[in-house]
């Protein structure tokens, strides 16, 4: 297991349609020789990556990639002499021990052009229309602005988060992170009971539920939201976060915090607003304890990472088991009881497909999507 790994990365970096077209070959032509499957989105403003292979295989993926990313920019900032340094940031993820090899790597190469590196808002809001792909039946309509007016405009909000340059909040290391978080805590406990930060989760409810950032002091907003793109509307009326002054907002792996950081200082101007570098991923990296991957004294993230490649949850597990079975709710994590994901018997709400967390006693009872009627 320890010689294969899951990589993410992603690189902000204005391309031309030619050199997007000339860096979707070399991609392919660079995961063909390193024999690495996965998934990579590449678009006008940067590239976005998760791939699995062998680690010395990722590793030198990552030195070529950055050589070429470093060549674009050399080349674009020619006549301004300006050469900025890229760092990939990749992080390296490990395989779940307890699961085959080869059920936790990509089975295939996805390499694809987008309109964005991710987007935070519907396709419908795009200058080219799209035709809407609505994948939910029965989309909750419970995250209705009732607070306006002001009239929420989300199409000018969409201009001014997604057609500008990229200028994200400051990012927090993990020790500066908790260092911020402690402080916030010590300096509202003396004027009042509250604290005036909030953590806030911009991840969807399926990530939430297996894990979170607990702290003693600020509290955490988990939006449970459906998809990313809820967050706009949530966002602009919710009220835990108009009321806080200080917003720690992380996700998965940091890429989603870039624009959602933006979209925050849009609606509030005079928030201060953090974003954890490198997301729950480098967060949970940096506390690991090499002996006992389940206790960490210094880690405000409870429960385990999760993670939209074929491994579901990263091995990193803090604390006690944060989910709960929906049906007993007695803790639970596993929305894939025990098998690996890639076997695709996770349990996932018959009308809308969305994952839930069922326990092991309570599975045999339900019938899931997909599942034929037990007899
Ligand atoms: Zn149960
Ligand atoms: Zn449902």
């Known amino acids: 297991h320890d010689d294969y790994r899951i990589a993410l990365y992603y690189a902000y970096i204005e391309l031309t349609p030619s050199e997007i077209q000339s860096h979707m070959n070399i991609q392919k032509q660079i995961c063909d020789e390193l024999n690495l499957k996965g998934r990579i989105r590449i678009s006008k403003e940067g590239v976005n990556g998760v791939l699995s292979g062998e680690l010395i295989s990722l590793q030198k993926y990552e030195e070529l990639i950055s050589k070429n990313i470093q060549q674009i920019i050399v080349i674009n900032n020619n006549s301004n002499n300006k050469s900025t ?9 490990q395989l779940r021990k307890e699961l085959p090899i080869q059920d936790q790597l990509f089975d295939r190469l996805l390499i694809k052009e987008t309109k964005t590196v991710i987007s935070l808002f519907d396709q419908s809001f795009e200058k080219k229309k799209e035709s809407k792909k609505d994948r939910y039946r029965h989309e909750k309509k419970s995250i209705e602005i009732k607070s306006s007016p ?11 988060v997604m057609e500008e340059s990229l200028k994200p909040a400051r990012h927090l290391s993990a020790n500066e992170w908790n260092k911020k978080l402690d402080e916030a805590g010590l ?16 991840r969807n409810v399926y990530e939430m539920r297996v894990g979170h950032f607990v702290h003693p002091t600020t509290p955490t907003l988990l939006t449970n939201t459906r998809k990313y793109s809820d967050l706009p509307q949530l966002i602009a009326s919710n009220k835990e976060i108009k009321e806080r002054e200080q917003i720690f907002m992380y996700c998965t792996g940091g890429v989603r915090c870039e624009r959602v950081s933006m979209l925050v200082r849009e609606l509030y101007p005079d928030k201060q607003i953090y974003q954890l570098r490198g997301g729950i991923q480098k967060y949970i990296q940096t506390f690991k304890n ?12 409870a429960g385990k990472n999760f993670v939209f490649d074929p491994r579901r949850t990263d091995p990193i597990h803090f604390g006690e088991t944060i989910g709960r079975c929906l049906v007993c709710d007695l803790p639970h994590d596993d929305y894939d009881n025990g098998h690996a994901p890639s076997e695709n018997k996770e349990a996932r709400c018959n009308k809308c497909r969305m994952l839930v967390l069922i326990c092991n006693d309570c599975r045999p009872k339900y019938r899931c999507h997909n599942e034929k009627e037990k007899e």
């Open 290 to 301: 090499e002996n006992n991957s389940t206790t960490s004294t210094n880690s405000y993230f």
């Open 85 to 93: 340094i890229i760092a990939l940031d990749v992080k390296y993820c």
């Open 150 to 160: 002001p009239y929420l405009d989300l199409q000018s909000l969409h201009n001014a």
């Open 187 to 202: 300096s509202s406990s003396s004027n009042s009971n509250s604290s005036s930060a909030l953590l806030l989760d911009v």
